[in-house]
């Protein structure tokens, strides 16, 4: 299918919440997503992820870490213009305008999940076992989501205070 009619794909973007949160995208309503520095995520950024596709925000280094929100791809991918400041963090000397090596697409807000969705929860969910974030060594910022598995995150984000085990007291308490 060509990329340009195939139906949005699903993502999970990480990020430290003191660098840049969902509170912060909420805000913003639109950010760049820069400052990434590895090549695989690059490469998924550059050549996979198009305009509509979906993303789950996930807060990495946080207390617990959690997916917290949704995101949608606003903008194709673009030279990071961090790469090329030397200002920045995320400054490339071997970057430059006419080779920029690192990429980056726009995010927009969409929604700031009713609840986070705690790591432990992700882990102890059925249907999440395949999940990338979950794969023994997976680290990467920008990782791909099945449908599945990104239906099944958005459904317990928006779920708000009830998590599977406070349904299930309610179950049991009628």
């Given at each position: 299918?060509p990329?340009a ?6 993502w999970?973007v990480?990020t ?9 995208l ?6 760049w997503w820069e400052g990434?520095?590895?090549?695989q995520?690059?490469n998924?950024?550059r ?9 789950i925000?996930?807060?990495s280094n ?9 995101a949608?791809v ?16 995320s400054f ?8 920029p ?6 995010l927009e807000f ?8 705690p ?10 076992e395949?999940l990338p974030?979950l794969?023994?060594?997976?680290r990467?910022s920008?990782q791909?989501?099945g449908g599945?598995e ?11 205070g009830?998590?599977p ?7 049991r308490?009628?």
């Open positions: 299918m990329a009619t195939r139906p949005p794909a699903c999970l990480k430290e919440p003191e660098t840049y949160s969902i509170d912060d909420a805000r913003d309503r639109r950010t990434v520095r590895n090549y995520a690059r998924l950024m050549d996979s992820m198009r305009v509509g596709d979906e993303v925000v996930y807060h946080a207390d617990p870490p959690a997916a917290v929100g949704l949608r606003s903008r194709p991918a673009v030279a990071d213009a961090t790469a090329l400041d030397p200002r920045s963090a490339d000397p071997t970057a430059s305008a006419a080779r090596i690192w990429m980056c697409v726009e969409v929604e700031r999940f009713a609840r986070a969705v790591l432990a929860e992700i882990r102890a969910t059925a249907g999440l395949r974030l794969q023994k060594g997976q990467l920008v791909p989501v599945r990104f239906a099944v995150l958005v459904r317990l984000g928006r779920a708000g009830k998590t085990a406070a349904r299930a007291r309610k179950v308490s009628g």
